[in-house]
């Protein structure tokens, strides 16, 4: 990338960028439309929503146990199955749930077609801008790529002049310029 000064006329200035710079990475932008998916996924739950108590029956505890793989025996009172429970280091009997969620995605994309003003203040893509005297030019700075022929296609452009650092100073030099 080298640094270039760009002088454009006013209309230029107001108009739509040239082709080879209306990308994303250069000084447009994509804009984006977004749209709801539905998506299923699974994850591991308790089991039972509840710790066996007194409250539950012997059936409860015992599947509760059995899916614990705590041992007891098939006389034990409520109290004694209980008892075994909580003595019995266990982990929580746990399953896997399907459930839906939404997220978004992007729908659309859209490369936008700014113009050269838009670029300068909407982004701040482009240096600040300079006009002469009489408020028919416009001289911005901006970096641009040698190797893929953007500079060449830029200076190709009617209404825009390309200029080197030190082309840019003389040029100022030679009217009265002032920041918008």
């Given at each position: ?35 709801d ?14 710790t ?11 599947a ?31 399953v896997?749930?399907?459930?839906k ?25 482009l ?11 416009v001289?911005?700075?901006?970096e ?11 200076k ?25």
């Open positions: 990338m080298t640094n270039t000064y760009l002088i454009l006329t006013k209309a230029k200035w107001e108009s739509a960028l040239p082709s080879k710079l209306k990308t994303a990475e250069r000084l447009s932008w994509n804009e984006y439309t977004y749209k998916v539905e998506k299923t996924a699974t994850r591991m739950v308790d089991k039972y929503d509840y066996p108590s007194d409250d539950n029956t012997k059936a409860e505890i015992k509760y146990m059995d899916d614990c793989d705590v041992d007891y025996s098939s006389s034990d009172t409520k109290a004694e199955l209980l008892e075994k429970l909580m003595v019995e280091p266990h982990s929580v009997p746990q896997e749930e399907e459930y969620y939404t997220t978004q995605e992007v729908d659309t994309t859209t490369l936008q077609s700014p113009t050269w003003k838009e670029c300068a203040f909407k982004h701040g893509k240096g600040s801008p300079r006009w002469n005297k009489d408020n028919t030019k001289l911005v700075k901006y641009l790529a040698i190797a893929d022929g953007t500079l060449d296609q830029v190709g452009v009617s209404g825009i002049t390309a200029l080197s650092h030190g082309e840019a100073i003389a040029e100022m030099q030679k009217d009265e310029w002032v920041g918008e």
